[in-house]
Structures are given as structure tokens and as C-alpha cells.
């Protein structure tokens, strides 16, 4: 059978056939098209069923979440953009608040996902009902249009007109309506992919065909003004449009929306993503090899191949999650950005799709292992193990705690993309090639039904629990095929692997596949034990602030509310056997040589809401004497910061500038060493909302760098009424914090203020502001 057809992998390289929609609506995913080679081939989620495990556990609780969930409030905003009557209010969080619509994309993927992976005929219910109410909406409007945040039929209707208004992450007073309309168009595409749903692609071409005609009396320099919104990851969108109709509009729309900004330089093989909204920039280099794989330039494979590069070994974590306050820094780098807002929970979705791309056209154990340990240490630690809610953030600062989302009135990005992300671990496990091998990537129990071949793979394992993975070939006639088992870099103390008890394999190194070719019998039985060690690994800048882990999973320490953070004080700071040893059975584990006090370590995927840390600081003893005084003054100073500050605003950053309701005139934001700001220049202003405590004194905790010299005059008002002013006027160089006393009966019987930074005449310039604080 064509390998190609049998995966529906379509690739374009040459001439294709145009249709016409209606001639596109009645089109089968199976065409056959010609296709850039692949090596590999994932097995389709219908045929992969996970057995009961850590992940078993995580789908079921994500199951039961998109179930909970009512199609009605999703499809609010999509009835009141028709012109029709809602049958039920919104929900709430960014549903509300000018993303409607963006979640909704996401829990179609997750429905149509969640029902390839399970079988639950409940999602098809739930899928059936959404497609038939989206298919109402789209033909009362008539043109093809379909979207549900607030004016969204007037603001394409402008852009379309040339009418295109932008300053980063809004799009004529939109909120990011861009990449709003992307999940809708990915969630559709997941429908039809994964249930043939006619009606679902009917919508989809005619959306797509709506889409296409917005952009046709563009010039590049209004598309380009449209990419400086937030637009998730459309160029992907339109290329996987063409790859099921094989109409090249849809393909040459893809290239238009090419962010030009981003991709040249990484064309170029350069690293310019300090400063960047990172998850903004990797669903745009998922749409880049989408566009290779459909027969498109060849630069197309350079930009994201270095992209992964690039982020996974100069700006990645230990839990191999990226980003800190959602921006990228400096490469290399991350020491100094070790805080409460690390890892985006979407960054890492995203960069588990680019790593399955690329992975199908080169396959590498480095790429299976950067899999594996963003999967265990961020997807599955995203989760709550108690409910099933999600995290925005992953954070690693030393006493913080992750925070989770509520079931009804959070939507943020990281919840649509977690409602995807616990439905889809069946699909990186298994692959195989044209020689219809098998390679095995994840040791997760489950079960693979390989239908070529008639052959049922069961993977027995509590993988990280143990060190042993058996796997069971169950088939009706013997049969010859290579197994690809992945030998990980992680795992340098060596392996065993036999077949039916007797010990085979060769010496081989770690990062690479061993292979066992033979005619397999029905019940062979291959038992693979993989030998877990702890290891330290330094972070980015600074090899003596480390964590711990076992095998890949990252361990964590949990802290009870008011204890103190330890710090690790040996002569064999890298001896990690030394300074970490196993407690009894399981993954638990205690430090040997920690200061204050020795502390217990878990897997980050198990830490849930308690307060606990992931990175230690290590001292020689030496150094330990030296150093002790200042490093609990430090503490100390972020312990009193925490508890004194009533609310935090980080200015320059997109999702906290939304959040806090920033506005301003003659006003951008910016960066220096590293840090956000914003500022207004030329008598401009800008003002944003910040909560407060109703009945008592507050202050205001300004952050500016201290190095400005002229015209940095400007007034600080409370609710418009002045409370300050300030000239930055050669403080020195470095950060400086300013206090600003509140009067009471600015606050009083309040919940939240508006600060205002205005510049005092045209010929200054208001902040630049790093950071500000409520505080007590």
C-alpha cells in the first residue's frame, strides 16, 4: 500500500488541480498527492489506546473535563455574530474578555483528539451537535465568515478594506482576532481529520474561501502591518487547507503569511529572539515546515531546524519548557530568569508540534529525548493530579507555587492548548517506515493496534517507576520487521534487553536507536530495562545553580509555607549520587548536604499547588561561610517583598498589559538588559489598573533604571488625582525602586485604582517603567 496514502501525509511538489468549493466539498483526505519524503510515520491516535498509568490517569481527568463543558456557552459569540439568539451566556475569563472564540478552537481539537484516542462516542455526540450549530451560523451570515469575539464581522470587514490598525497585540481594537480565527481553523481541521465529518469540511472551505478574499486586495505591506498582531500559527492553517483540497490558493496564502521578521533571520541562521513574545514566534516556524513539507522552499527547513536548535539548547529549562514572562532572553542565559512566570505551558505545546515535524524528516534520539522530558516535565506537570485543571505558567522560582485555572472562568491560551495537550500522548509512542518497521519512542503503558501488519504491540511498564518495559507482540502468522527502540542520552549507566529471556543487543552508546531485527512469532515478549541514575544538570549561565533528576524526570522539593529555602553546601558540587539519594521505593528522594536542613525531592509532575523548588544554589564550604549572610538577606528581602505586595504589574509584556487594562498615547514598550518597560514620550501618558486593599494605607513600588540623565520628567496620579513627581536623573547604573505614599482616601472602600505615568511637557518622556507594585 502507498505509505503516503496510508498516513495522509500530502506534499506537494509540482502542478496540483484547482476545485472549486463545491467541487472541494465533496474532495477525500485519501487523494493522492506527491509528497516530500519522510522517514518516519506516526501511527494515527485511533490506534494507539493507553493502559492504566500516569498519563491513562491525566486523559481521563482531561476527558472528563471537555465533557463537563457546555457547546452552548462556546458557541455564544458565534450565534451573536450570525445575527442569531444565544441559547446560553458566555463563559467566563478570556471568553469574555475579547478572545471568545480562541478556547473554542482548541476544545474542537481536543474533542475530535480526546474521541480518536478513547473511543467515546459522548465526544462524537458533543462534535455532532457543535458542527450542525456552527454550520447554522455560518450559512445566516452567507459569505463564509465565522468567528465569535465581539465586532468581528465589522473589523474583517475593515482590514479588507485596507483599513488595518496595529500596535503589537491588538488589530483594529481587537484583541489578537487573528489568532482567534487560527484555532477556529485548526479545530476544524482536527474534526475532519479525525471524525470525516462532511459538514465540518464544508465549513471549512467555505471559511477558508472567505479568508482568501480578505487578503486578496492586500499589498504585502498591509499584510505585513497584519502579522504584527498575534497570529498564532495561520500560515500553518492555510497549508494544511491545501494539503486537503489541493487548491494552491490556499497554499500561496500560506506563504503571504509568512512573518518575514521573524523567518529571515533565522534563514540566515541567526538567533535574534531575545526580547520576542515567544509563544508569538513557534507556532509561525510550525507553519514554516508545514510549507516544506508541502514542496516549498528548502529555507523553509533551515529556519525551523535551527529554530529548534536554537530554542532547545540556548533558551530552554530543565523542565524543557521556554521563556520567562513569555519573552525570550538572552541565549544562554537563564540564570537570572529564574522566577514565578517561567515556561508558558503553550510554548511547549507548540514545541512538541515542531519536534514531531521535524522528527518525521529526520528521525533522532535527541529529538525523542527533548520530547520526553518537556512531556513528563511540563505537559504532565501542567496538569493538576487532583482535578485536571491547568497551568498557565511553570514556575521554578525558589518558594513559588504553580497556579491552576478553574473550570469555568479561566480560558486562557494555556487552557485551550491544555485541553489538547492530555489528548494527544498517544501520538509520538509509535512510528513506523517504508521497510514497515516499528520504532518505539515513550515508555508509556499502552497498545498499539498496527492494522498493516495485523499485529498487537502491548507496552507493559510503570516507567518512571521502574526501570523495566515489556513489550508484547501478538499477531496470527510469523512475521520479519526491525524494532527501533530508543536508547536515551539520559540513560549512561547502560541497559539490558532480551527476547523471550535470552539477552541480545550490541554495545551502542547512549542517543541512539538499538535495533532487534528478526521473523517475530506470535507472543514474543522483549524486555527492556533501562537503568535510571541521578544527575544535576546547571542552568544556562550559571553551572552552580543546579537541579536534580532521575532519568528524566525533574525532581522537586516541596517546602512547607514559612521554611527556608536551602542551599547546597559540598566539595563535590557535580557528585550528584553524592548530594542526592533515593528514599525507599518509588521516586522519592533527600538531600545529603543541604543548609539549613535536608529536604525531600519529588517529580515536578507531582508537586501539585504546594510550595517547593526546583533549582539549588551550591556552595563550597568555604564560600558557604563567606556568603551565608548575604544570601538570607536576599531571601529574607523577596519574602517581605512577596508579603507586602497587594498586586504586580509587569509592564511591556503583552498578557500582563491586557490584564492590567493598559492605554496611553505617544506611548511603546521596550527593552533593556534583559527587562521590559514601557514609557510615553513627547508629553505623552499611559495608565493602567491595579488592585488595592480597601481599608488600609498603601504605597506605590516603582522600578526604573537609574543610568538616564535628561528629560525624564512626569507626573503619577492615582484615579487622576496627582500623587507624585518624578525626574530619573542620573541614579547611577543599575535598577533603583522608588515608594510612593497613597493618600488612604485615594484607596478607600476601592478594589482596584487607575496609575497614570504622564510626561510632564512635550520635551519629556514619562518612565521608562520596569516594574510596579501595590504594597502594603
Same mark, same amino acid.
Given at each position: 500500500?502507498?505509505?503516503?496514502?496510508?498516513?495522509?501525509?500530502?506534499?506537494?511538489?509540482?502542478?496540483?488541480?484547482?476545485?472549486?468549493?463545491?467541487?472541494?466539498?465533496?474532495?477525500?483526505?485519501? %487523494?493522492?498527492?506527491?509528497?516530500?519524503?519522510?522517514?518516519?510515520?506516526?501511527?494515527?491516535?485511533?490506534?494507539?489506546?493507553?493502559?492504566?498509568?500516569?498519563?491513562?490517569?491525566?486523559?481521563?481527568?482531561?476527558?472528563?473535563?471537555?465533557?463537563?463543558?457546555?457547546? *452552548?456557552?462556546?458557541?455564544?459569540?458565534?450565534?451573536?455574530?450570525?445575527?442569531?439568539?444565544?441559547?446560553?451566556?458566555?463563559?467566563?475569563?478570556?471568553?469574555?474578555?475579547?478572545?471568545?472564540?480562541?478556547? #473554542?478552537?482548541?476544545?474542537?481539537?481536543?474533542?475530535?483528539?480526546?474521541?480518536?484516542?478513547?473511543?467515546?462516542? %459522548?465526544?462524537?455526540?458533543?462534535?455532532?451537535?457543535?458542527?450542525?450549530?456552527?454550520?447554522?451560523?455560518?450559512?445566516?451570515?452567507?459569505?463564509?465568515?465565522?468567528?465569535?469575539?465581539?465586532?468581528?464581522?465589522?473589523?474583517?470587514?475593515?482590514?479588507?478594506?485596507?483599513?488595518?490598525?496595529?500596535?503589537?497585540?491588538?488589530?483594529? @481594537?481587537?484583541?489578537?482576532?487573528?489568532?482567534?480565527?487560527?484555532?477556529? #481553523?485548526? =479545530?476544524?481541521?482536527?474534526? $475532519?481529520?479525525?471524525?470525516?465529518?462532511?459538514?465540518?469540511?464544508?465549513?471549512?472551505?467555505?471559511?477558508?474561501?472567505?479568508?482568501?478574499?480578505?487578503?486578496?486586495?492586500?499589498?504585502?505591506?498591509?499584510?505585513?502591518?497584519?502579522?504584527?498582531? @498575534?497570529?498564532?500559527?495561520?500560515?500553518?492553517?492555510?497549508?494544511?487547507?491545501?494539503?486537503?483540497?489541493?487548491?494552491?490558493?490556499?497554499? @500561496?496564502?500560506?506563504?503571504?503569511? /509568512?512573518?518575514?521578521?521573524?523567518?529571515?533571520?533565522?534563514?540566515?541562521?541567526?538567533?535574534?529572539?531575545?526580547?520576542?513574545?515567544?509563544?508569538?514566534?513557534?507556532?509561525?516556524?510550525?507553519?514554516?515546515?508545514?510549507?516544506?513539507?508541502?514542496?516549498?522552499?528548502?529555507?523553509?527547513?533551515?529556519?525551523?531546524?535551527?529554530?529548534?536548535?536554537?530554542?532547545?539548547?540556548?533558551?530552554?529549562?530543565?523542565?524543557?519548557? /521556554?521563556?520567562?514572562?513569555?519573552?525570550?532572553?538572552?541565549?544562554?542565559?537563564?540564570?537570572?530568569?529564574?522566577?514565578?512566570?517561567?515556561?508558558?505551558?503553550?510554548?511547549?505545546?507548540?514545541?512538541?508540534?515542531?519536534?514531531?515535524?521535524?522528527?518525521?524528516?529526520?528521525?533522532?534520539?535527541?529529538?525523542?529525548?527533548?520530547?520526553?522530558?518537556?512531556? $513528563?516535565?511540563?505537559?504532565?506537570?501542567?496538569?493538576?493530579?487532583?482535578?485536571?485543571?491547568?497551568?498557565?505558567? &511553570?514556575?521554578?522560582?525558589?518558594?513559588?507555587?504553580?497556579?491552576?485555572?478553574?473550570?469555568?472562568?479561566?480560558?486562557?491560551?494555556?487552557?485551550?492548548?491544555?485541553?489538547?495537550?492530555?489528548?494527544?500522548?498517544?501520538?509520538?509512542?509509535?512510528?513506523? /517506515?517504508?521497510?514497515?518497521?516499528?520504532?518505539?519512542?515513550?515508555?508509556?503503558?499502552?497498545?498499539?493496534?498496527?492494522?498493516?501488519?495485523?499485529?498487537?504491540?502491548?507496552?507493559?511498564?510503570?516507567?518512571?517507576?521502574?526501570?523495566?518495559?515489556?513489550?508484547?507482540?501478538?499477531?496470527?502468522?510469523?512475521?520479519?520487521?526491525?524494532?527501533?527502540?530508543?536508547?536515551?542520552?539520559?540513560?549512561?549507566?547502560?541497559?539490558?534487553? &532480551?527476547?523471550?529471556?535470552?539477552?541480545?543487543? %550490541?554495545?551502542?552508546?547512549?542517543?541512539?536507536?538499538?535495533?532487534?531485527?528478526?521473523?517475530?512469532?506470535?507472543?514474543?515478549?522483549?524486555?527492556?530495562?533501562?537503568?535510571?541514575?541521578?544527575?544535576?544538570?546547571?542552568?544556562? =549561565?550559571?553551572?552552580?545553580?543546579?537541579?536534580?533528576?532521575?532519568?528524566?524526570?525533574?525532581?522537586?522539593?516541596?517546602?512547607?509555607? %514559612?521554611?527556608?529555602?536551602?542551599?547546597?553546601?559540598?566539595?563535590?558540587?557535580?557528585?550528584?549520587?553524592?548530594?542526592?539519594?533515593?528514599? =525507599?521505593?518509588?521516586?522519592?528522594?533527600?538531600?545529603?548536604?543541604?543548609?539549613?536542613?535536608?529536604?525531600?525531592?519529588?517529580?515536578?509532575?507531582?508537586?501539585?499547588?504546594?510550595?517547593?523548588?526546583?533549582?539549588?544554589?551550591?556552595?563550597?564550604?568555604?564560600?558557604?561561610?563567606?556568603?551565608?549572610?548575604?544570601?538570607?538577606?536576599?531571601?529574607?528581602?523577596?519574602?517581605?517583598?512577596?508579603?507586602?505586595?497587594?498586586?504586580?504589574?509587569?509592564?511591556?509584556?503583552?498578557?500582563? @498589559?491586557?490584564?492590567?487594562?493598559?492605554?496611553?498615547?505617544?506611548?511603546?514598550?521596550?527593552?533593556?538588559?534583559?527587562?521590559?518597560?514601557?514609557?510615553?514620550?513627547?508629553?505623552?501618558?499611559?495608565?493602567?489598573?491595579?488592585?488595592?486593599?480597601?481599608?488600609?494605607?498603601?504605597?506605590?513600588?516603582?522600578?526604573?533604571?537609574?543610568?538616564?540623565? $535628561?528629560?525624564?520628567?512626569?507626573?503619577?496620579?492615582?484615579?487622576?488625582?496627582?500623587?507624585?513627581?518624578?525626574?530619573?536623573?542620573?541614579?547611577? *547604573?543599575?535598577?533603583?525602586?522608588? /515608594?510612593?505614599?497613597?493618600?488612604?482616601?485615594?484607596?478607600?472602600?476601592?478594589?482596584?485604582?487607575?496609575?497614570?505615568?504622564?510626561?510632564?511637557?512635550?520635551?519629556?518622556?514619562?518612565?521608562?517603567? #520596569?516594574?510596579?507594585?501595590?504594597?502594603?
Amino acid at each position: 500500500m502507498n505509505r503516503l496514502l496510508r498516513y495522509g501525509i500530502v506534499v506537494v511538489c509540482g502542478i496540483v488541480s484547482s476545485f472549486s468549493v463545491s467541487e472541494a466539498a465533496t474532495h477525500k483526505k485519501s %487523494e493522492p498527492y506527491v509528497v516530500v519524503k519522510q522517514q518516519v510515520y506516526p501511527f494515527s491516535l485511533k490506534d494507539v489506546r493507553l493502559t492504566p498509568g500516569i498519563f491513562q490517569k491525566a486523559m481521563e481527568l482531561d476527558k472528563k473535563w471537555l465533557l463537563d463543558l457546555e457547546a *452552548d456557552r462556546f458557541l455564544c459569540g458565534f450565534r451573536e455574530e450570525a445575527g442569531l439568539k444565544p441559547k446560553a451566556p458566555r463563559y467566563g475569563g478570556w471568553e469574555t474578555s475579547g478572545a471568545s472564540g480562541h478556547t #473554542f478552537g482548541h476544545y474542537l481539537s481536543a474533542c475530535a483528539m480526546m474521541y480518536a484516542a478513547t473511543g467515546d462516542e %459522548e465526544l462524537l455526540k458533543k462534535l455532532d451537535y457543535i458542527i450542525g450549530e456552527l454550520d447554522s451560523c455560518q450559512q445566516t451570515v452567507g459569505t463564509g465568515f465565522l468567528a465569535g469575539f465581539p465586532r468581528s464581522k465589522a473589523l474583517f470587514e475593515e482590514i479588507a478594506r485596507g483599513d488595518i490598525r496595529s500596535n503589537g497585540f491588538d488589530l483594529n @481594537e481587537g484583541w489578537v482576532p487573528v489568532y482567534t480565527i487560527h484555532k477556529l #481553523f485548526a =479545530g476544524l481541521i482536527d474534526v $475532519y481529520r479525525y471524525t470525516g465529518d462532511q459538514r465540518c469540511y464544508r465549513i471549512l472551505i467555505r471559511l477558508s474561501d472567505w479568508w482568501v478574499k480578505i487578503f486578496k486586495g492586500l499589498n504585502d505591506e498591509q499584510v505585513a502591518k497584519i502579522l504584527h498582531c @498575534e497570529h498564532g500559527g495561520i500560515n500553518e492553517a492555510m497549508a494544511d487547507v491545501y494539503a486537503l483540497t489541493g487548491d494552491r490558493k490556499y497554499l @500561496e496564502l500560506a506563504n503571504r503569511l /509568512n512573518d518575514r521578521v521573524l523567518m529571515d533571520p533565522l534563514a540566515r541562521r541567526e538567533d535574534k529572539l531575545s526580547g520576542k513574545h515567544a509563544n508569538t514566534q513557534v507556532p509561525k516556524v510550525v507553519g514554516a515546515i508545514r510549507q516544506f513539507e508541502l514542496g516549498c522552499d528548502s529555507s523553509y527547513y533551515t529556519i525551523a531546524d535551527f529554530f529548534w536548535n536554537t530554542v532547545v539548547h540556548h533558551h530552554t529549562y530543565v523542565i524543557g519548557g /521556554n521563556s520567562e514572562a513569555e519573552h525570550f532572553g538572552m541565549p544562554g542565559k537563564l540564570c537570572d530568569r529564574v522566577t514565578e512566570k517561567t515556561c508558558e505551558t503553550c510554548n511547549t505545546y507548540n514545541m512538541l508540534k515542531l519536534t514531531k515535524h521535524l522528527f518525521q524528516l529526520q528521525p533522532t534520539v535527541e529529538k525523542a529525548d527533548y520530547y520526553e522530558r518537556a512531556l $513528563y516535565n511540563q505537559i504532565l506537570a501542567s496538569q493538576n493530579p487532583d482535578d485536571g485543571m491547568v497551568c498557565y505558567f &511553570a514556575p521554578l522560582a525558589s518558594g513559588s507555587r504553580k497556579t491552576y485555572s478553574s473550570p469555568y472562568d479561566a480560558f486562557w491560551c494555556c487552557v485551550g492548548t491544555g485541553f489538547e495537550n492530555h489528548a494527544r500522548y498517544g501520538e509520538f509512542i509509535y512510528f513506523t /517506515n517504508d521497510q514497515d518497521d516499528l520504532f518505539v519512542n515513550l515508555f508509556i503503558p499502552s497498545e498499539l493496534n498496527w492494522k498493516e501488519r495485523g499485529i498487537r504491540v502491548t507496552q507493559r511498564t510503570s516507567f518512571p517507576e521502574s526501570d523495566s518495559i515489556v513489550y508484547r507482540f501478538d499477531m496470527k502468522k510469523r512475521q520479519k520487521f526491525t524494532l527501533h527502540l530508543r536508547y536515551p542520552s539520559w540513560a549512561q549507566a547502560g541497559y539490558t534487553l &532480551a527476547v523471550n529471556g535470552q539477552p541480545v543487543g %550490541e554495545e551502542t552508546e547512549p542517543g541512539q536507536y538499538l535495533t532487534i531485527s528478526r521473523k517475530w512469532a506470535p507472543g514474543d515478549e522483549v524486555t527492556y530495562v533501562l537503568k535510571q541514575t541521578v544527575r544535576s544538570e546547571g542552568i544556562l =549561565g550559571d553551572s552552580t545553580v543546579r537541579a536534580y533528576l532521575n532519568g528524566p524526570v525533574v525532581l522537586a522539593a516541596p517546602l512547607a509555607d %514559612e521554611q527556608a529555602v536551602p542551599v547546597i553546601v559540598s566539595e563535590r558540587l557535580t557528585d550528584a549520587g553524592h548530594i542526592v539519594k533515593r528514599v =525507599g521505593d518509588g521516586l522519592h528522594f533527600k538531600t545529603t548536604c543541604a543548609e539549613p536542613e535536608n529536604v525531600g525531592l519529588i517529580p515536578y509532575y507531582r508537586i501539585g499547588g504546594r510550595r517547593m523548588m526546583v533549582f539549588f544554589n551550591h556552595f563550597k564550604p568555604e564560600e558557604w561561610k563567606i556568603r551565608q549572610a548575604d544570601l538570607a538577606k536576599r531571601q529574607d528581602r523577596e519574602r517581605w517583598l512577596k508579603e507586602q505586595t497587594v498586586s504586580q504589574f509587569s509592564p511591556g509584556e503583552m498578557q500582563p @498589559e491586557r490584564d492590567h487594562q493598559l492605554k496611553g498615547e505617544k506611548t511603546q514598550p521596550g527593552e533593556f538588559n534583559g527587562h521590559k518597560f514601557r514609557e510615553a514620550k513627547e508629553g505623552g501618558w499611559f495608565s493602567f489598573e491595579m488592585e488595592v486593599l480597601p481599608d488600609r494605607p498603601m504605597n506605590l513600588l516603582c522600578k526604573y533604571w537609574g543610568g538616564i540623565v $535628561y528629560w525624564h520628567m512626569f507626573d503619577i496620579l492615582i484615579d487622576n488625582v496627582l500623587v507624585a513627581q518624578e525626574n530619573v536623573h542620573n541614579w547611577g *547604573d543599575q535598577f533603583v525602586e522608588r /515608594n510612593y505614599k497613597i493618600p488612604l482616601e485615594l484607596t478607600k472602600g476601592k478594589s482596584k485604582v487607575t496609575v497614570t505615568l504622564k510626561a510632564a511637557d512635550e520635551k519629556n518622556t514619562a518612565g521608562p517603567l #520596569f516594574d510596579c507594585r501595590i504594597m502594603k
